[in-house]
């Protein structure tokens, strides 16, 4: 199973997925690639294999991803190896951020392959104001990554669930109960 977790960028989504790999035995995160810098708080674990520029599209021309996506000035992309990974292992369950494009793409690749959950997760602008402004970024850099939150919640219609992550234990708990449900479901 996989699930992927979509939202406005500091709505919190690495939180809650951290969160969710402490409590849940058989979750597995699903790293991608990105040329993005890493963050301290990355640096014992991070969601993604950081790779320079030079190298993702060394590895695009090698037809190596899966799917590849600019976003916010940096690239992005799934490997084919590390989708095959997931697929080879359906009693686990893998979990990815990823963004509204990305969602749509594993979502209908999923179709015939596995069970697949899409989870958006939102709050309010000036709470994800508040949060990027937190971890650090500039009025400038949080106010671009902002500028992409109409685009993003267009997109709510494609996904199983939409959260508001306010409270990151009742989130996790909603969660949890519609990974359950999916589960079932199978």
Known sequence: MIILISGVSGVGKNTVIN???EV???LRYFRSCTTRE???SEEVFSPYIFLSEKEFLEK???GEFFEVQQVHGTYRGILKSSLDEVLANPQLEYIKDIDVFG???IKNFMKDKGECLSIFLDA???TILQRLLGRGESEESAA???SRSKLEREHLGEYD???ENDDLEKTVLKINGLIDAAKKKK
């Open 19 to 21: 969160r969710l790999l």
């Open 24 to 26: 849940r035995a058989n």
């Open 38 to 40: 890493k963050r301290a």
């Open 60 to 62: 695009e021309k090698n």
């Open 103 to 105: 969602n749509l793409r």
């Open 124 to 126: 309010p602008d000036e």
């Open 144 to 146: 671009f990554r902002l």
């Open 161 to 163: 669930a939409v959260i």
